[in-house]
């Protein structure tokens, strides 16, 4: 249930910037999340609701933009497109292959009043 | 509420800056414009405070909608947490390893046992995070290494803030700080507490294939310890599969087979230590 903590850091994010940028309600938060984040988007939208509730945040849609996992298999010595940490490079099956993106966790941008 | 660790917020208790127990009540009450807290006070190192963040977040704003870019990471917060307590560590000369497994796979035996080896060589403190209760630190305690008992309340992890405030109570130089994470295999990967090394203990009691189960965490320890060694007569338990398991999710993961009942594997576990320690202080004066 760590999708609760993850809601309140972007809760505490929200504020920072309400006070930085001046506005005072929040329409819609864009997310940048990879798979291998980490979060379960369902566990992540039912948390978002708790957390944002009473704050200037209330209300607000939350849109999430999936990211690819990408990963660079070293025996073909190029880039590679896999699901999971653990599976093979989709074209010579060696497990060789470092992950190089697909634990973003980011907020992106959000739509303010 | 600490800003880092939503969940459980209100119930964070640390408890035992310098062995001293000490038993407080701590209600907070939270809502997103204004913090109240309640506390019976007590000295002010044993007793720390979650929620000091900002009390009003209205600003003047504009009626008209508008768009702004954050990219922000949402861990940001505790990763300079995690930072400081780095510095904080590297100054004082500290090797930190946090120690991540799921509930009841020997960690705090493991723990006990080798602070029992290695407290004629080296100065040990430990912090324990459970939900609930102090008995871990205790047990850390009875061997006479210092402890601090945090518990996350209803939270299922450790984070920077909460071991920030931890590493105040402790006063541990030139020595080894051993942080027992919240038993966890999910969560605890992803928050950084400013350790050296994250270790991920597996016991011969569980499915050899918790390593595809809970890939995340065996991706980000760089040692796996084989917990209960001395019971794999009894057991199906393939170690073989067990470590190509964890080596498919991370090729460098180095693996260790231990018993803390037996001592099998101990002595590596403990030159892991020290090759640790000297690898973390070469360079930083």
Excluded at chain 2, 90 to 95: D, F, M, Q, S, T
Excluded at chain 2, 230 to 247: G, I, S, T, Y
Aim: proline share 4%; charged share 25%.
């Amino acid at each position: 249930m760590h999708e609760m903590s993850i809601c309140e850091s972007i809760v505490s994010v929200i504020e920072q910037q309400a006070v930085a940028q001046s506005f005072s309600r929040v329409k819609r938060v864009r997310l940048e999340i990879g798979p291998l984040a980490g979060v379960e988007l369902e566990a992540l939208r039912f948390s978002y609701d708790v957390v944002t509730k009473g704050g200037i945040a209330e209300g607000s849609a939350l849109e999430v933009i999936e990211m690819p996992v990408t990963a660079w298999c070293m025996p073909c010595a190029r880039p590679v497109t896999v699901r999971e940490r653990y599976d093979p490079c989709p074209d010579c099956g060696s497990y060789q292959v470092q992950i190089t993106g697909g634990d973003e966790l980011r907020i992106r941008d959000m739509e303010v009043d | 509420m600490c800003t880092v660790c939503g969940c459980g917020a209100g119930e964070v208790k640390i408890e035992g800056g310098r062995a001293h127990r000490h038993d407080h009540a701590h209600d907070h009450e939270h809502d997103h414009d204004h913090h109240h807290h309640d506390h019976s006070h007590g000295p002010a190192r044993d007793h720390h405070h979650y929620g000091k963040g900002p009390a009003h977040a209205h600003a003047p704003g504009l009626s008209q909608a508008r768009m702004i870019e954050i990219e922000t990471d949402i861990l940001a917060k505790n990763n300079e947490y995690a930072a400081a307590n780095r510095a904080e560590l590297a100054r004082r000369g500290v090797l930190a390893l946090n120690l991540v497994s799921s509930p009841g796979s020997g960690k705090t035996t493991l723990l006990v046992r080798t602070i029992e080896m290695m407290r004629e060589e080296v100065p040990v403190a430990v912090i324990e995070g459970d939900q609930q209760t102090a008995n871990d630190a205790e047990r850390i305690r009875a061997t006479g290494a210092p402890a601090i008992q945090v518990n996350t309340g209803k939270g299922c992890h450790l984070d920077g803030h909460m071991v920030g405030h931890a590493l105040e109570g402790l006063e541990i130089r030139d020595g080894v700080l051993f942080i027992e994470n919240v038993g966890n295999l999910v969560c605890p990967a992803g928050f950084d507490l400013g350790e050296a090394h994250k270790v991920v203990i597996l016991s011969v009691t569980e499915g050899e294939d918790k390593p595809l189960k809970y890939p995340d965490m065996f991706h980000a320890s760089d040692l796996m310890l084989l917990t209960k060694t001395d019971l794999l007569p009894h057991l199906d338990f393939d170690v073989e599969r067990c470590m190509e398991n964890a080596r498919r999710i991370n090729p460098k993961i180095r693996i260790l087979r231990v018993s803390a009942r037996t001592g099998e594997g101990m002595e590596d576990w403990l030159a892991w230590i020290r090759i640790s320690r000297e690898m973390n202080r070469i360079g930083r004066k």
